[in-house]
Nanobody, 122 residues
Framework: QVQLVESGGGLVQPGGSLRLSCVAS????????MTWIRQAPGEGLEWVSV????????KYADSVKGRFTISRDNAKNTLYLQMNGLKPEDTAVYYC???????????????RGQGTQVTVSS
């Protein structure tokens, strides 16, 4: 079965950086677009970024554009999110998600991992 396991979250000061990872198993990772989604305390799910199957196309929410970088290593079945210039409003649980095709659609993936907590605070 599909399994997505996120890691790399933690507590960081404003302006700091974190790199999230998501290890995938149970499906042909290199054939599907992958996405990052987040949920701030008391808020709904927010789409953050998406990457297509071969890394040729990436998209970002306006709120993270220029600060976050999505990438993937298909040989390692791993998705990444490099987060720089973190702000308190980036505080959320971050989930990786598997889309249903290779196309990078900016949607909330139904298939998601358990999430990793990112807290940005001084």
């Amino acid at each position: 079965q599909v399994q997505l396991v996120e890691s790399g979250g933690g507590l960081v000061q404003p302006g700091g950086s974190l790199r999230l990872s998501c290890v995938a198993s149970g499906f042909n990772f290199g054939a599907f677009a992958m996405t990052w989604i987040r949920q701030a305390p008391g808020e709904g799910l927010e789409w953050v970024s998406v990457i297509n199957h071969d890394s040729s196309t990436v998209k970002y929410a306006d709120s993270v554009k220029g600060r976050f970088t999505i990438s993937r290593d298909n040989a390692k079945n791993t998705l990444y999110l490099q987060m720089n210039g973190l702000k308190p409003e980036d505080t959320a649980v971050y989930y990786c998600g598997k889309l249903s095709s290779a196309m990078p659609s900016p949607v909330i993936a139904k298939t998601r991992g358990q999430g990793t907590q990112v807290t940005v605070s001084s």
